[in-house]
């Protein structure tokens, strides 16, 4: 068996599509513009090429995109206040606060300060609460759990009933991703680096989704024949073979052994990355559509 390759690229950008018609149709329709604004503090490269592209992204959709980019020496109390004001601006349905901040803030309190209905990243604790009790549909839902789960639901259709193992217990990817699973009547159990007997518990999954850091640590005998993968790993690595000092990305599956044994993969990169950005204009537009009495979309039907 060799496993069917997953393209996050194609498929997000199919879906930027789909956003970019229905953002056009709200702003004929209500006259609201959705709004996202990013912001920035320090000059971290891989955080400002992100940024960059989150702004990309918005623009193609013709959402109204704002950056704020700001000193690495700014004080705690100056990002609140952008926060704030930032809250009571009436243009913007989505703020996003890009991490890590410098040591100095404390991320706790600029999380919590965003509204949780212009949270577009999910991590408020409010809509963590509300996705974990099994109220998806007042949540904003993380980015890169949603966009995994689009992909493993177009490679499988329904997951009722399947097994899923979630490698990896953050916050940000992990726990959200077991609570989707499980709203999809999965059998769901979190792994991480310190479970025993690791490779038989991932062994017996229909469903893998690999986030825990580790660049492929998740071996190809760790995977069941005819499995779906979703590698949310991003890790830089040697590359001698390319010349002195290079490096390339990859995941936290051991891609060319695990795609022997699956049925569907995504690579890394060009799998999960492009859908976590294509989620994060399909929240701005949740929230664009929020504020306006609108109901919310189906963005997996979307794609048809």
């Avoid at 069941?224 to 936290?252: F, M, S």
Wanted: net charge negative; with cysteine; aromatic share 2%.
């Amino acid at each position: 068996m060799t496993a069917t390759r997953i393209d996050g690229k194609a498929i997000a950008a199919a879906l930027r599509e789909k956003i970019a018609l229905e953002g056009k149709t709200l702003i004929e329709e209500t006259g609201v513009v959705p709004g996202i604004a990013v912001v920035i503090v320090g000059e971290d490269p891989a955080s400002k090429v992100y940024v960059a592209s989150k702004g990309k992204a918005a623009r193609e959709c013709n959402f109204k995109s704002v950056e704020h980019s700001l000193p690495s020496d700014t004080s705690e109390e100056a990002l609140l206040a952008l926060v704030g004001k930032l809250n009571d601006d009436d243009s913007i349905h989505g703020i996003l606060v890009q991490l890590p901040l410098p040591d100095h803030i404390d991320e706790s309190k600029v999380l919590e300060l965003i509204r949780p209905d212009k949270d577009v990243d999910g991590f408020h604790p409010i809509n963590v609460g509300l996705l974990t009790a099994g109220a998806r549909e007042k949540a904003m839902v993380p980015c890169t759990p949603a966009g995994s789960l689009i992909l493993a639901k177009r490679c499988l259709g329904d997951l009722s009933g399947k097994s899923a193992v979630v490698v990896g217990r953050s916050n940000i990817v992990g726990k959200p991703m077991a609570a989707l699973l499980l709203a999809e009547s999965c059998t769901v159990t979190i792994a991480h680096s310190r479970t025993k007997y690791l490779p038989d518990v991932v062994r017996a999954a229909d469903i893998v989704v690999a986030a825990v850091g580790r660049p492929q640590m998740i071996k190809g005998d760790w995977i069941k024949k005819g499995a779906c993968v979703i590698d949310v790993g991003i890790n830089r690595i040697p590359a001698p073979e390319r010349g002195e000092g290079k490096t390339r990305l990859v995941g936290d599956v051991d891609y060319d052994s695990a795609a022997e044994n699956a049925a569907f993969i995504t690579p890394v990169p060009g799998g999960v990355g492009p859908m976590t950005i294509a989620l994060l204009m399909a929240n701005t537009l949740t929230a664009a559509r929020r504020a306006a009495g609108l109901e919310d979309l189906d963005f997996a039907a979307l794609l048809g």
